[in-house]
């Protein structure tokens, strides 16, 4: 069984940064490929940035050169480091995992650009 909590969500005005945070618990945590996705307002559940096991690194085209996903398998904690953020990135951002032939998903955390 996993868990997942994510934090750091907030409000902040176009062109400022957070850093999103999801702590694992259960599993073996350097051995499952993480990722985190976003929901809008009105909008499907979509993939922002996924990072593998061996930190390979995949991100959506709309957020390329402005978010950085990383993982510290020590601390079993994946972050989202987002710059640059415009109001069509307001959302709110689920941290994913998927360990044992199953996904897991955090509760989300929201996050909102706007001036």
């Known amino acids: 069984q996993v868990q997942l909590v994510e934090s750091g969500g907030g409000s902040v005005q176009p062109g400022g940064s957070l850093i999103l945070s999801c702590a694992a618990s259960g599993g073996t945590f350097s051995i499952y490929p993480l990722g985190w996705f976003r929901q809008a307002p009105g909008k499907e559940r979509e993939l922002v940035a996924k990072?593998?096991?061996?930190?390979?690194?995949n991100y959506a085209d709309s957020v390329k050169g402005r978010f950085t996903i990383s993982r510290d398998n020590a601390q079993k904690t994946m972050y989202l480091q987002m710059n640059s953020l415009k109001p069509e990135d307001t959302a709110v951002y689920y941290c994913w995992g998927y360990y044992g032939g199953m996904d897991y998903w955090g509760a989300g955390t929201l996050v909102t650009v706007s001036s």
């Open positions: 990072i593998n096991i061996i930190g390979i690194t």
